[in-house]
């Protein structure tokens, strides 16, 4: 038992710091369950946890993370103002729908974009020499374009979390945040129940639609 202590520990400096974790790993789930049910309280929930990681990763020197938690909070910021008032050619809210050629190109600027950001935050603190130092830049440029997709309410969104989620696994585990490394195993499930369910609606609008 006092191994596991120890683990859970290890990469924090005060009990205070572990229960920070823990609250952000329930709040990020608690942030893709009402991205399941459509539902915007994914975004102020979401947020919440950003902010709570942005800090760990702060103070733990995890600097690269940090700015890109920053980067995170802001981008759920933006598809809180899109959920809340972005209107579709019927002047409607949007609705949830398959991506289109145009969806992936924005989506493939916004992949790139962040890979060259996160590359420039590494190589600002003096990183990017290992593989698990590509993998992150990597599952960063997923997860921003999985950010951008749910902000436009498009069901693919669910494939770049499932991915994004799987490579995070064992990034997380290696840097010592093993209740985060956890939460990404859960992330992927409910990643895989989120595009089922997604899926299902994205279809039902578009008979309603026709």
Known sequence: MKEWISILLSPHSSWIHLILEFTAVTFSIFSVVFAQKNNIWLYPIGIVSTIIYS???????LYGDFIINIYYTGMSVYGWYIWLFKKN?????????????KDYFYTFL????TCLFSITVYFFNGKLQTFFDWMDVLTTGIFFSGMYQMAMKKVENWIFWMVGNLISVPIYFLKGLILTGFLFIFLVLLAIEGYIIWNQKALNNKKTYF
């Open 55 to 61: 800090y760990l990763t702060f103070v733990t020197s």
């Open 89 to 101: 050619p019927k002047n409607k809210k949007l609705s949830i729908t398959f991506s289109d050629k």
């Open 110 to 113: 916004w992949f790139l974009s």
